[in-house]
Protein backbone atom coordinates (compact mmCIF):
# COMPACT_ATOMS: atom_id res chain seq x y z
CA UNK A 1 0.00 0.00 0.00
CA UNK A 2 1.15 3.19 -1.06
CA UNK A 3 0.03 6.96 0.04
CA UNK A 4 0.80 9.74 -1.84
CA UNK A 5 -0.08 12.96 -0.60
CA UNK A 6 -0.18 16.48 -2.74
CA UNK A 7 -1.45 20.18 -2.62
CA UNK A 8 1.37 21.42 0.13
CA UNK A 9 3.60 24.92 -0.86
CA UNK A 10 4.04 28.53 -0.06
CA UNK A 11 0.93 30.79 1.26
CA UNK A 12 1.05 33.94 3.26
CA UNK A 13 -0.82 34.29 6.68
CA UNK A 14 -4.54 33.74 6.19
CA UNK A 15 -4.81 32.18 3.46
CA UNK A 16 -5.91 28.70 2.56
CA UNK A 17 -4.43 25.30 1.07
CA UNK A 18 -5.95 21.70 0.30
CA UNK A 19 -4.18 18.80 0.87
CA UNK A 20 -4.83 15.41 -0.40
CA UNK A 21 -3.79 11.82 -0.03
CA UNK A 22 -4.27 8.83 -2.13
CA UNK A 23 -3.98 5.22 -1.24
CA UNK A 24 -2.84 2.69 -3.27
CA UNK A 25 -2.29 -0.83 -3.84
CA UNK A 26 -3.85 -3.51 -2.40
CA UNK A 27 -6.53 -2.54 -0.45
CA UNK A 28 -9.81 -4.51 0.95
CA UNK A 29 -10.79 -1.71 3.44
CA UNK A 30 -9.56 1.62 4.37
CA UNK A 31 -10.46 2.28 8.30
CA UNK A 32 -9.46 5.38 9.83
CA UNK A 33 -7.49 8.35 8.28
CA UNK A 34 -5.44 11.16 8.91
CA UNK A 35 -3.31 13.85 8.59
CA UNK A 36 -0.14 14.59 10.82
CA UNK A 37 2.25 17.43 11.14
CA UNK A 38 5.75 17.89 12.27
CA UNK A 39 7.44 21.50 12.31
CA UNK A 40 11.28 22.23 12.73
CA UNK A 41 12.70 20.85 15.89
CA UNK A 42 9.41 19.55 17.22
CA UNK A 43 7.26 16.08 17.51
CA UNK A 44 5.11 15.01 15.17
CA UNK A 45 1.40 15.79 15.86
CA UNK A 46 -2.31 14.70 15.19
CA UNK A 47 -3.68 17.32 12.53
CA UNK A 48 -6.85 15.49 12.36
CA UNK A 49 -8.26 12.25 11.49
CA UNK A 50 -11.65 10.49 10.59
CA UNK A 51 -12.89 7.25 10.72
CA UNK A 52 -14.79 5.01 8.11
CA UNK A 53 -18.03 6.56 9.36
CA UNK A 54 -17.17 9.78 8.86
CA UNK A 55 -16.51 10.76 11.96
CA UNK A 56 -13.73 13.83 12.60
CA UNK A 57 -11.65 15.11 15.66
CA UNK A 58 -9.11 17.95 15.86
CA UNK A 59 -6.30 19.29 17.55
CA UNK A 60 -7.23 22.21 19.58
CA UNK A 61 -4.80 24.81 17.55
CA UNK A 62 -6.70 23.78 14.13
CA UNK A 63 -10.31 23.55 14.97
CA UNK A 64 -12.44 25.74 13.26
CA UNK A 65 -9.81 26.68 10.60
CA UNK A 66 -9.51 23.24 8.89
CA UNK A 67 -11.71 20.50 7.52
CA UNK A 68 -10.85 16.96 7.19
CA UNK A 69 -12.98 15.12 4.60
CA UNK A 70 -12.44 11.74 2.82
CA UNK A 71 -13.49 10.31 -0.64
CA UNK A 72 -13.94 6.19 -0.04
CA UNK A 73 -14.48 5.69 -3.83
CA UNK A 74 -11.05 6.94 -4.61
CA UNK A 75 -9.67 5.61 -1.18
CA UNK A 76 -8.50 9.55 -1.21
CA UNK A 77 -8.37 11.76 2.27
CA UNK A 78 -8.37 15.69 2.04
CA UNK A 79 -7.49 18.53 4.48
CA UNK A 80 -8.74 21.98 3.89
CA UNK A 81 -6.79 24.51 5.81
CA UNK A 82 -8.41 28.10 5.98
CA UNK A 83 -7.21 31.13 8.20
CA UNK A 84 -3.59 29.33 7.84
CA UNK A 85 -1.09 30.95 10.26
CA UNK A 86 2.46 30.95 10.57
CA UNK A 87 2.80 28.59 12.94
CA UNK A 88 0.93 25.89 10.68
CA UNK A 89 4.45 25.51 8.79
CA UNK A 90 5.29 21.92 8.92
CA UNK A 91 5.73 19.02 6.80
CA UNK A 92 1.96 17.16 6.97
CA UNK A 93 1.87 13.54 6.62
CA UNK A 94 -1.37 11.77 5.72
CA UNK A 95 -1.99 8.22 7.94
CA UNK A 96 -4.07 5.61 6.56
CA UNK A 97 -4.82 2.57 8.38
CA UNK A 98 -5.49 -0.17 5.64
CA UNK A 99 -6.55 -3.94 5.53
CA UNK A 100 -5.08 -5.81 2.40
CA UNK A 101 -6.21 -9.25 3.24
CA UNK A 102 -8.81 -10.72 5.52
CA UNK A 103 -6.14 -13.43 7.18
CA UNK A 104 -4.43 -10.57 8.53
CA UNK A 105 -4.85 -7.28 10.94
CA UNK A 106 -5.29 -3.91 9.40
CA UNK A 107 -1.42 -1.81 9.68
CA UNK A 108 -0.84 1.75 9.57
CA UNK A 109 0.89 3.33 6.52
CA UNK A 110 2.30 7.12 6.15
CA UNK A 111 2.64 9.03 2.73
CA UNK A 112 6.19 11.01 2.12
CA UNK A 113 5.01 14.24 3.75
CA UNK A 114 4.41 17.17 2.34
CA UNK A 115 5.68 21.00 3.26
CA UNK A 116 3.19 23.59 4.15
CA UNK A 117 5.01 26.88 4.69
CA UNK A 118 3.11 30.02 6.09
CA UNK A 119 4.53 33.45 5.59
CA UNK A 120 3.30 36.39 7.87
Known amino acids: VQLQASGGGLVQAGGSLRLSCAAS????????MGWFRQAPGKQRELVARINSGGTSDYADSVKARFIISRDDAKNTVYLQMNSLKPEDTAVYYC???????????????WGRGTLVTVSS
Open 25 to 32: GSILVVYD
Open 95 to 109: NSRVRSSWSRPASDY
